[in-house]
């Protein structure tokens, strides 16, 4: 049996292969992929060449390098077609989720897919990862009850950050990108003013926040500029939180004046660690457990902007690389509904 896969042979090229598809074992489980979904951040820093040399693949369904040639992506939902002698809580037809690249078939431990409600639409759940990564930047923000928080960059993650705030009792949301149909969609999904990158270079993020600037800010953009910006927009004693990941990109910080002068704090978050002072009482287990739930409670179906067969990956890579205007989340999608 032949599987079809997406590979990135070179920066900013796309290649169809075949793959044959392994036996599954006694405790494999066999994956027939409906849609997964293209990361507009991280994945597209891995398909312009922009991952530092020497980086290590962080999963195991991960082939290639990121020197290229490469089978990237994390973000597979499919039905469970087949299942080895020795597997237990996976039924046949059950939908689920995986961390695995583009490809319309494959073979997992039984372990590695992440069931998924039986009442979502299996395309929603091509978020869950991406929740997961929003649930870890809110917890690590830590924002408090009546406070002022700017959130820049509102692709995929910044959207679903944006929906968390609304839920934790802050008073004010501002959101801060350079897309116009972003900024709309992120004031109805809870931001209460949306503004573009030069509205913060004039200064009206801190008429808005009625002080000296807002108290929380975290950058989501994956735009190197945007942590300045950041640094700039908040108040005496606040907190940068930064989830992007800029990869080869070079940041350049104003830190000789108002940030040591306001005693700012930059603070990194990322997803595959839980803060320490969270331990043990948050586990890996019990954020998953809580992305699970937000699937059926956020909106999520206004964020899948395109969808594209996987036979037309390479158009679906093309689009978001070269017009983000365009997109907010961009799939691909299977045979197999």
């Known amino acids: ?39 507009h951040g991280t994945e597209m820093l891995v398909f312009r060449g922009q991952v530092p040399d020497g980086l290590e693949l962080d999963l195991p369904t991960l082939r290639g390098s990121f020197a290229f040639p490469i089978k990237y992506g994390y973000a597979s939902v499919g039905r469970v077609v087949e299942r080895g002698a020795a597997v237990q809580g996976l039924a046949l037809g059950d939908a689920v989720f995986v961390h695995h690249p583009h490809q319309s078939t494959y073979v997992v431990p039984a372990d590695m897919p992440i069931r998924l409600p039986d009442d979502l639409d299996p395309e929603l759940g091509v978020f869950l990862a991406n929740i997961e990564t929003a649930i870890n930047v809110v917890l690590d923000a ?4 009546g406070e002022r928080v700017a959130v820049f960059g509102q692709g995929v993650v910044g959207l679903l950050i944006t929906q968390l705030l609304r839920q934790t009792g802050v008073r004010l949301i501002m959101v ?14 809870g931001a209460d003013v949306a503004l573009a990158p030069e509205d913060v270079a004039a200064g009206n993020i801190h008429g808005l926040s009625d002080e000296q600037g807002v ?6 953009s994956g735009n190197a500029a945007a942590l300045d910006q950041a640094l700039g927009s908040v108040a005496f ?6 989830c992007s990941w800029y990869g080869t990109k070079p940041v350049r910080l104003t830190l000789g004046g108002a940030f040591h002068r306001r005693r700012l704090r930059i603070h990194s978050s990322q997803v595959s660690t839980i803060d320490a002072p969270l331990q043990p009482r948050w586990t890996h287990q019990r954020r998953l457990e809580l992305a699970c739930k937000l699937l059926g409670d956020l909106k999520l179906n206004s964020l899948i902007s395109h969808r594209f067969p996987v036979e037309r990956a390479a158009e679906a890579f093309a689009l978001v690389d070269e017009h983000p205007d365009q997109t907010v989340q961009v799939v691909l999608t299977y045979g197999h509904r």
């Open 142 to 145: 830590a924002p408090r009850l």
């Open 176 to 189: 801060v990108d350079p897309l116009a149909r972003r900024r709309e969609l992120a004031c109805q999904l």
């Open 237 to 242: 004693g606040g907190t940068v939180v930064v």
């Open 1 to 39: 049996m032949a599987a079809l896969s997406v590979w990135l042979p070179r920066a900013r090229s796309v290649e169809l292969r075949e793959e044959a598809v392994p036996d599954v074992g006694p405790n494999d489980v066999q994956v027939a992929a409906l849609v997964s979904a293209i990361s």
């Open 215 to 220: 108290d929380l800010a975290i950058e989501a």
